[in-house]
């Protein structure tokens, strides 16, 4: 039996187990610029961008005061938050860099541009955006052929000029 997911259906949002929950809401509010939208004592937050209820809950729930998960164990690589405009990712860049904060790599896809991070908690973060689906590129029988290679980041920053 064979069954096809929706073609509207989307991720709608990603809950994560943080050691502190300040800290981590000094990171995803005050550095990335998420909203507030509720809390829950000092043991969860709903964040979100526009007003939605949540895209993005934190929760000391099972988590509180321990050290992040092991790099080398099963469980999520990472969160990847897409941002609407090229624009918009490198003024993120530009202000996570100002702010001194730690990248993990850079890459383009091809159909997508990405920066990658580590919250405080070491949880994997990708900052992206896609590329209009025009421009992915295909190979000559018309599949997608995605890659990994160099983010050109001073080509990035020169949105931020236009």
Request: hydrophobic share 35%; charged share 20%.
């Amino acid at each position: 039996m064979s069954y096809t997911v929706p073609a509207q259906t989307r991720i709608g949002h990603v809950h994560l187990k943080v050691s502190d929950l300040r800290r981590s809401l000094d990171f995803y509010c005050d550095l990335l610029g998420f909203e507030l939208m509720a809390k829950y004592g000092d043991q969860a937050a709903f964040i979100s961008a526009g007003g939605y209820h949540h895209h993005i809950g934190l929760n000391t729930w099972h988590s509180k005061g321990m050290p992040p998960a092991p790099v080398n164990a099963a469980g999520l690589y990472h969160v990847a938050i897409l941002y609407p405009e090229r624009k918009d990712l490198a003024a993120i860049y530009k202000r996570l860099t100002e702010a001194g904060v730690q990248f993990t790599g850079f890459a383009d896809h091809g159909v997508s541009e990405a920066l990658y991070l580590n919250d405080p908690d070491g949880n994997g973060l990708e900052l992206y955006w896609d590329r209009p689906k025009e421009q992915w590129p295909l190979d000559e029988d018309g599949n997608l052929t995605m890659y990994t290679e160099r983010l050109n980041l001073s080509g990035l920053l020169q949105e931020l000029s236009k």
